[in-house]
């Protein structure tokens, strides 16, 4: 009504009718007027048929507008091209093909050979230097202070720092690939995924590349070991720190300071649950590690214990320095065996391969081998540093603890043990972390299901027990030489080379050679 009103105006249905040129009847030729001898009935008739011709109209004229309107959406979205007065529709630019992805290799040695062309597993989320600072802070504790000891084993005159610098860096570089190969044979079982183990743990991965029946054995291994070293760690605490607080606290004991240190000190490190937590601690170990070798090379080039100096007379003359004529060539005499054995599990940190490569952030293998790069190279530098600067001060007399052979009013060393004492206690979650991992790869829990109720209990029980032994125990230099040389060995060198031969038989020649050197290290060790 509206649309015929606004097309027609206040037109009387004659007009109506001639501006539709409808009747309602016959046609109206030459426009004639209409009689008015039709009378009512013949106007009703025709006004009704003049209202349905209109409303047949407006339906026609609404069904072209609804079709016209569907066209040309379909047209605006690409289902249909339209040319409207010759004009052409802009066509739209075809939108570009979907990324190629590079299927995961079908076998191991595929996946080894071509890492870099397959996507990362979750991985976790630590960077690189900080991955880097936890690794070299689990390598360079209190034992790369025994090193001078171990160089004057076999040499008296400095030419003897040659071959020992030799040495050192020899065994690192093994150390870093029995330790790579044990991240590449985790890696290898994340993606594997019919194996269904984002994060492999050292058990998960012997059997993966092994056995299952036989898991139990580097489980055991990484245990024992790891808990053998905690204990070390407590003891050694407890003596160092005794020593430091007796003259601030009257009275102090032995047990009240070691089971002061794990409540206040030691029991937040070790409730961390993972590695990245760990970096600020780990650098200021590193630090303190840092500081001592500085100080050790400012006394040296400084001539501090020099013939004549004041802090000579203060020290006795069994730990003053003293040089013969033994110089590289005593390399092979039979006193550098005792070097080679110090220098076996120095680099020890093996036993936390899989968390390394679980918890590093985009963890392929190039990225973890980065990781084992840095944290083995800057540790094999730190370690050669402070055993040439140690032996260069004091020659043949250099003590088992070198620090020892510095006098005890010496300011600027005495700082350097206290920083030591530090760097031992941000070195110990960093192995309790191995533990608890080892204590629950036992309990056969696998890391994807562990809970943090599992870590809490775990690290209260494990820090109680090794706490109360280390309270009886003085002295375990015998259990720890026997353990570094059968277990350390073993974690190094003999276990990755038989996993990694397993998953990648390309290495089978370096594997053998690998497992050969940890089977003669073991003997020369006992």
């Known amino acids: 009504g509206l649309f015929v009103k606004k097309a027609t105006g206040n037109k009387t249905p004659q007009d109506l009718g001639r501006f539709l040129q409808l009747r309602g009847g016959a046609s109206n030729k030459g426009n004639q007027p209409m009689s008015p001898s039709r009378g009512g009935a013949s106007d009703a008739n025709e006004e009704s048929g003049l209202f349905e011709n209109i409303v047949q109209k407006s339906m026609i004229v609404l069904g072209v507008f609804a079709v016209q309107q569907t066209l040309t959406r379909m047209a605006e979205s690409g289902q249909l091209k339209l040319h409207f007065g010759g004009s052409k529709q802009p066509q739209k630019t075809p939108p570009p093909p979907p990324p190629r992805v590079t299927a995961p290799p079908s076998t191991p040695r ?19 230097p900080e991955h880097v600072f936890n690794m070299v802070k689990g390598i360079v504790g209190v034992g790369v202070l025994s090193l001078p000891a171990g160089i004057a084993a076999f040499g008296s005159a ?9 040495i050192v ?7 870093a690939i029995g330790f790579s190969w044990t991240g590449q044979v985790c890696a290898v079982l994340a993606q594997d995924k019919k194996a269904k183990t984002p994060t492999p743990s050292y058990r998960q991965a012997w059997s993966y590349s092994i056995s299952e029946k036989s898991s139990w054995i580097p489980s055991v291994s990484t245990t024992s070991m790891t808990f053998i ?20 606290v009257a009275g102090a004991g032995r047990t009240n300071v070691l089971w002061g240190t794990t409540a206040l000190v030691l029991l937040p490190l070790c409730w961390m649950k993972d590695l990245k937590s760990l970096a600020p601690f780990s650098l200021l170990g590193v630090a303190g590690m840092m500081y001592t070798g500085l100080a050790m090379a400012g006394r040296y080039f400084g001539g501090s214990y020099s013939t004549g100096s004041e802090l000579l007379e ?20 039979p006193g550098s065996i005792i070097l080679v054995s110090m220098l076996s599990t120095a680099y020890m940190c093996h036993y936390n ?12 293998i190039p990225r973890f081998n980065t990781v084992v790069a840095g944290g083995f190279g800057l540790s094999i530098l730190m370690t050669a540093f402070i055993a040439c600067v140690g032996f260069a001060t004091f020659g043949s007399n250099s003590n088992g603890f070198v620090l020892n052979n510095y006098a005890p009013t010496d300011f600027w060393m005495s700082l350097s043990r206290v920083a030591v004492a530090l760097s ?20 056969q829990i696998p890391p994807e299901t562990r809970k943090d109720s599992h870590l809490d209990s775990a690290t209260i029980v494990l820090l109680m027990c090794l706490t109360l032994m280390a309270t009886v125990l003085k002295d375990v230099s015998i259990v720890l030489a026997l353990t570094g040389a059968t277990l350390g060995n073993l974690l190094c060198y003999i276990f990755p080379a038989i996993m990694y031969g397993r998953v990648n038989p390309k290495v089978k020649i370096p594997a053998i050679f690998m497992c050969s050197l940890g089977l003669v290290l073991g003997i020369i060790g006992v």
């Open 110 to 128: 595929a996946f080894l050979e071509a890492p870099k062309k397959v996507a990362p597993s979750s991985g976790g989320t630590a960077s690189i």
């Open 158 to 166: 400095p030419s003897a720092i040659l071959p020992a610098v030799t």
């Open 169 to 175: 860096t020899i065994i690192g570089i093994l150390s």
């Open 229 to 248: 070293a905690c204990l070390c760690f407590s003891m050694v605490l407890a003596d160092s720190l005794t020593e430091l607080v007796k003259p601030l």
């Open 314 to 333: 203060k020290i006795p003359e069994t730990l003053q320095p003293a040089f013969g004529t033994e110089g590289w060539q005593a390399v092979f005499k």
């Open 353 to 364: 391969a899989p968390k390394f490569y679980n918890e590093l952030k985009d963890n392929t």
């Open 424 to 443: 031992l206690t941000f070195s110990y979650p960093l192995c309790f972390q191995g533990l608890r991992e080892g204590v629950l790869d036992l309990l």
